[in-house]
């Protein structure tokens, strides 16, 4: 990958930001706002969880659980003190430093375990924390939750859309540098073979226990966008429908990349507007969670690289061919296939 | 001499199965050592022990003088055991140069750098496209390992696991499975390493014939045990081995 292209993508991206930060402008209806800003912060949930499943090759049911720590922080703080920045600032940093402390000791725990030992038990701790929030009444208010109030400028929807988009901007760089860095590349090894990596001379519990700590903490933050946005917190921020959620978001857009949970947050939270408010023409559109399953197995089946891996395919397929036809005219066709999928997952 | 890697009365049982019994061997350090011997002989297990992807059941297994028994895979290559398999073991879905980069950026100790482009290490591509031309394989360096031919796979290995510049390279059957015109290019390979005197080579072969003029000391093993020990002059004319491997029923399998 030469520099000339990185810079490219780079510019993109930092072009669709700016656009985007148009849009609140000339959609100025508070729910379309709204929708937007719940497409921001599960953009970010979703990347986070892909830095586990897409790269690190870990598949987690209880991701949501840091979602969850997030969320409940920031409610808990902006309840117990007064709604100001300062507390907000407090909330945030309560809510990272909670979810770096529980990601890395339930990393610890149970990143040795293989791949289905270690998704079941995730889905057990999740499920932990979600009784726990339900018993604990006096802090979290059990299964109906509260409701909480927050400083002037966050409860203006215009502010809050910045600040969801300002922060999915730089975590997106973020994570993308990290996926890019001779960290992130070995991260994608342990996808690939972990018993090769670790006869490479890499000890592969730490990469996954870190891998694990950073989408913990970006998940959390995406919690605390969540919270914030609902100006209430519930049980529901840990129940495993999110992980289900955004691990639809994730498979969607495409495993292995970044873009591609952002988009794939984007397909699932429009649609999910737009199917529930055609519940009037028939009852099928109200229950539109069946017609996700459907979705669920068809991409599975067709679309298993997501739509951000399957156009990456077919684009550098084209590209490659032509750069190949270029350098050999005379190379046979099924030479030319052999080498496909260059470069696929280097371009994320 | 001195003996880099040594073990003594190894064993290993899966089960009521002994797939390595009681070896204790020296490997002379700097050398050639081939271990031949017919299928089920144990030679891929014994490497696995040396490797450290098995426990022994009991025995021990000694580096420069130091018992690593107990260490794993990933500290014992960090020590300078480094392996390739038989079952080609690469990562299928990265690019053949991505493949080998990885190796050398394990060798240069860079681990948890996190905040630099990968690119930022210039020298890791330099020396990852050396090792390339050197396996004869640097016109394949962007295709996706998944995409390579048997052979070239194997050469894939090799180029891995000279990157990681291990003292010791542990290098199970580097042909099998090849084509014949494809084996010539490999055995450069080796001879290429075996000349520049400064690396312990061990060696599973099935094929007699190819080892035999590289080796210093070949070791056959046959049902676990470590049968006989010599120059590749003195194995060919043992009449244990002889009789075990060289002749009678397993003269089909050295084909």
Known sequence: MNLAKVEKSTWIYLAISLLLVIVPFIVTGRSMQFIIIQFFIFAIFAMSYDILLGYTGIISFGHVMF?????????????????TILSFILAIIIAIILAAIVSLIVGMLTLRLKSHFYAMLTLALAGLFLVGAEKWRSLTGGNDGFTFSLPEILRDSQSLYMLCLLSLVLIFFGLRR???SPFGRVLMAI???????????????????IASVVAGVVASFAGVLYSISLRFVNTSVFATDMTIDVLLMTIIGGVGTLIGPIIGAGLVEFAHHWLSSLADVHWIFERWIILYGIVYILVVIFFPLGIVGTIQKKFFNRQNYQKKKQQNPRRKLDEGRKEDEDELYRNG | MEAILETKDLSIAFGGHVAVNGVSVKITEKKFTSIIGPNGAGKTTFFNLLSGQLTPTHGTIYFKGRDITKLSTT???????????????????????????????????????????????KQFKEKANELLELVFLDDKANSLAVNLAHGEKRKLEIAMLLALETEILLLDEPTAGMSLEEVPAIIDVIK???????RTIVLIE?????????SDEVLVLFHGELIAQGTPEEMIENETVQSAYLGGQYDEQLT
Do not use: W
């Open chain 1, 67 to 83: 979602f969850g720590i997030g969320a409940y922080s920031t409610a808990i703080v902006m309840n117990r003190f007064d709604s």
């Open chain 1, 178 to 180: 990290l996926t890019k």
């Open chain 1, 191 to 209: 996808r690939e073979n972990e018993k090769r990596t670790e006869s490479l001379g890499y000890k592969i519990v730490h990469y996954k226990v």
């Open chain 2, 75 to 121: 500290n014992r290559t960090r020590l300078g055991i480094g392996r390739s398999f038989q079952i080609t073991n690469v990562f299928p879905n990265l690019t053949v140069h991505e493949n080998v980069r990885l190796a050398v950026q394990s060798q240069a100790n860079v681990r948890y750098q996190m905040l630099a482009h990968f690119n930022h290490y």
């Open chain 2, 192 to 198: 290429k390493i075996k000349g520049q005197e400064d």
């Open chain 2, 206 to 214: 099935h094929k007699m014939d190819m080892i035999l003029g590289m």
